[in-house]
């Protein structure tokens, strides 16, 4: 964006023009990285973004990229040219060498200043400024970039991810989805470089690699030249009513767009009429989604894809430019939270995912539970609307104490600590935390047993290109890592403490456990390798995520229609009672604790 020897004024005049008459673009907006902006440039962004509208021809945007190394990168649009910039660090500070402020304090100034805006994250995988995906507001993180120069950053191992950076799993667009979050699907260039929509760039020596740099031995990909995404330039298409601020913005906002990659492919797609970005929320568990698909390559299509829940469910091989099908989507659900979108792939790889629909089941089945002291009687009640299968009941006398941080991890000064915290009694925290003052280097695996589902999250992680610390997650229970304490690769790597926290979701009636190896500095030290306060007496080691309970009785109930009771007569010693599944919550099944009066 900002060329040598050229005022801003020239350069932003330099990006309209080539988006309008060389990309053809319908609309753009100039997003520099807000450290960079003064606010004089800011006026200048402003005001070159005012006087390049035109309505109904070509539209512009205000907008600044919201830079922050250690919650990642959002692209801040504003519906008007007079909105105020918040920066991610005080101006004349960079984001390299201080936390600066967070997402929530973005949104908090916005709010404060009554302006609508609209808040991307994007990259958000790369892990020398990921996306902290904790934060999240739906008010204004309505979009996520899904592909641009950087890559695709659709799902984690998918064929076209950043070669630019190390890339975390768990960070992808899928993950956020699975979060619950609500995101339609952009595409952008982030070229920097005066030409957005140019799908033709270079490969060019990298800058600042040092000679001695060191890659992480969990590192997929490296070039030491700057490596555009194959596919060319991400954009947006927008279904709007007209060419004009006001209503792109409100199709933004509603997620009426979709994501693609060079070749401007035409994608429709609905849910029973409705639009992607959309949301059905239907009481009826029998209902059976209707989707209408409709494609319209520049190329030959060689397949369009059907996602649900992260996985395709649908595929089409295409012949020709064009496809069009429906699909009715005949499986039971499983949880009440559902969403679906449509990936297109070009026989020459061009890409275009649409924003998902969102198809939310209330009350698919749920227990209330009433417990009636004087009889020791504990009636189960479905109030929902589909039949639940295969519950247990089960009553306890006592339950297990609630764990913590160990008191070994205070008063080691360094070593490998594992333990696990119950967060709610069908999720478990299993903590993995590694110490050191000096640099000492952790590596290991875990494979996970008998668990439902789970997720990761890094903690303390170097925030740096390459070399910094890694896990890699197969999402099928195969977690590796390998991470230094005290490495300080930057001024944002401080940490003595890091680690991984694995939620984990069980079946609070099945066993559950991970098996784990570890070494330190590349050897077995089981004297500085915990499992809870006790040093382990052998790697590798196994630590329990479910202690089943002393239950005094299991009551099995095959299943329980809507509206329907059954009862169960609990022990004279219980106080308490376990029931899974009391729900089939909004990710699935939940269990439930009753503390009996």
């Known amino acids: ?37 003064s606010d004089e440039t800011w006026d200048v962004i402003k005001r070159k973004a005012s006087e390049w509208y035109s309505p109904g021809r070509f539209v512009t945007f205000s907008a600044y990229e919201w830079t922050s190394y250690v919650y990642g990168h959002r692209n801040v649009y504003f519906l008007v040219d007079d909105a105020p910039i918040f920066r991610c660090t005080d101006f004349g500070e960079y984001p390299w060498r201080v936390r600066g402020y967070s997402p929530r304090d973005l949104w908090s100034f916005l709010r404060k200043h009554n302006v609508r805006a609209i808040t991307v994250p994007h990259h958000p995988t790369i892990t020398d400024f990921p996306v902290d995906w904790s934060y999240y507001d739906p008010e204004y993180d309505r979009l996520v970039e899904v592909t641009s120069q950087w890559g695709v950053f659709e799902y984690y191992g998918n064929p076209f991810q ?77 279904y709007a009513e007209e060419l004009t601020r006001e209503s792109l913005f409100e199709a933004l906002y509603k997620r ?24 059905i929320v239907v009481d009826d568990p029998s209902y059976r989604p ?46 009440a939270y559902n969403y679906y979108y449509v990936r297109v792939v070009q026989r020459n790889g061009a890409r275009a995912w649409s924003s998902p629909i969102w198809v939310i089941y209330r009350n698919l089945g749920k227990i209330e539970a009433r417990y009636e002291k004087s009889t020791r009687l504990l009636s ?33 000064s360094f070593g490998a600590f594992f333990w696990t915290e119950e967060k709610s009694v069908d999720e478990i925290v299993l903590k993995i935390r590694f110490k050191s003052s000096v640099p000492r280097n952790f590596r290991g695996w875990l494979r996970l047993y008998g668990c439902e589902n789970y997720f990761v999250k890094p903690v303390g992680f170097a925030i740096v290109k390459y070399g910094g610390d890694l896990f890699t997650d197969d999402y099928s229970g195969l977690i590796e890592w390998d991470i230094t ?70 009551k099995e109930i095959k299943n329980l229609s809507p509206l329907k009771e059954s009862a169960v007569q609990a022990p ?11 729900e089939q919550g909004y990710f699935g099944p939940t269990a439930k604790l009753l503390k009996l009066a």
């Open 572 to 582: 004279r010693e219980a106080h308490y009672a376990l029931i899974y599944p009391c």
């Open 162 to 238: 950043c070669v630019l950076s190390d890339n975390l799993p768990r960070f992808f667009v899928v993950d956020a989805l699975e979060r619950g979050y609500r995101l339609g699907f952009v595409g952008g260039s982030d070229s920097h470089d005066c030409r957005p929509g140019d799908s033709i760039r270079a490969a060019l020596p990298r800058l600042g690699v040092p000679k001695d740099f060191k890659l992480n031995s969990l590192n997929q990909f490296f070039v030491p030249y700057h490596m555009p995404n194959p596919l060319g330039s991400g954009l947006a298409a927008i």
């Open 290 to 335: 209707v989707l209408e698909v409709s494609v319209e390559g520049v190329k030959d299509l060689d397949r369009v894809e059907v996602v649900k829940n992260g996985r395709v469910v649908y595929r089409k091989i295409c012949k020709g430019k064009t496809a069009f099908f429906k699909f009715v989507d005949e499986s039971e659900p499983l949880r």
């Open 256 to 279: 009426r767009v979709y994501a693609l990659t060079s070749d401007r492919i035409k994608l429709k797609f609905s849910i029973d009429g409705r639009l992607m970005g959309e949301e």
């Open 380 to 412: 189960l009640r479905n109030s929902g609307r589909r039949e639940l299968k295969d519950l247990r009941v089960a009553f306890l006398r006592e339950l297990r104490q609630e764990a913590r941080a160990p008191d070994v991890f205070s008063k080691e």
């Open 1 to 37: 964006y900002r060329a040598r020897k050229l005022a801003p004024e020239e350069t932003i005049d330099l990006i309209y023009e080539f988006a309008k008459e060389r990309s053809r673009l319908d609309f753009v907006a100039v997003t520099d990285h807000d450290y960079n902006i």
């Open 485 to 554: 304490p005290s490495s300080r690769l930057n001024m944002l790597d401080i940490h003595s403490v890091k680690g991984l926290d694995v939620l984990v979701k069980i079946n609070p009636f099945e066993k559950a456990y991970a098996q784990i190896e570890v070494l330190q500095d590349g050897e077995a030290d089981t004297a500085h390798t915990f499992a809870g306060n006790n040093p382990v007496d052998r790697i590798p080691f196994k630590i329990q995520l479910n202690y089943l309970k002393d239950f005094l009785l299991i």
